[in-house]
C-alpha cells in the first residue's frame, strides 16, 4: 500500500496549481493537461515518457508538458517527495512569447535539470504564488519568464 501526502493547493496566480507530495506510490500512465514545473525535494524518482527515461534526484528540477504520456516511480525503497506548480498552456506559451530569445517552441526541453540558479528561480516563484513569501507581481512575472526562457530553450546549459 502506498503512503505518503498529495496536497494540490491554489495559487495567487490564475492558471496556476501547486502540489506538494511526499510518496512511494507507483503512478501508472497518465498524462496533464498543464505544463509542470519542479523540483525534487527528497528521494529519487523514475519516469518513462516520449522524451524517455528521466531519473531525477533531490534538487533536479523536473518538467512535463501537456498530454505528455508518462508514468512515475520511487527509486529505491524510500519513496520521493516533490514540489511542483502545474500551468495552464496558456501562462507558459504566453512567458515564452516575452521572454525567449528566438520564437519559442511549445514545449519544456529539459526533463530534468540540475541547475542551481533554475532550481532557486523555481523555489523562489513557489513561494511567491503560495503566499510563503511576499513579493510583488513584477517578481512573479520576472521569475516565470527566467523560467521559461530556460526551460524552453534547447540548450542544456
Known sequence: MARG???????TMAGVEAVEAETDHIFPKHTHDQFG???IRHGAHRSLSGRGTVEAGPGNV?????GEVHD???IGDHGRGWTMLYFDPAVVLDAAFHACESPPGQELHHPVLDDD???????RL???LTGGDCGSLIAVESLLLCLVNRLMSERSS
Open 5 to 11: 501526502k498529495f496536497l494540490i493547493g491554489r495559487t
Open 37 to 39: 514545473i519542479g523540483v
Open 62 to 66: 523536473i518538467t512535463v508538458n501537456p
Open 72 to 74: 512515475g516511480m520511487p
Open 117 to 123: 540558479v533554475t532550481r532557486g528561480n523555481f523555489l
Open 126 to 128: 513557489y513561494r511567491l
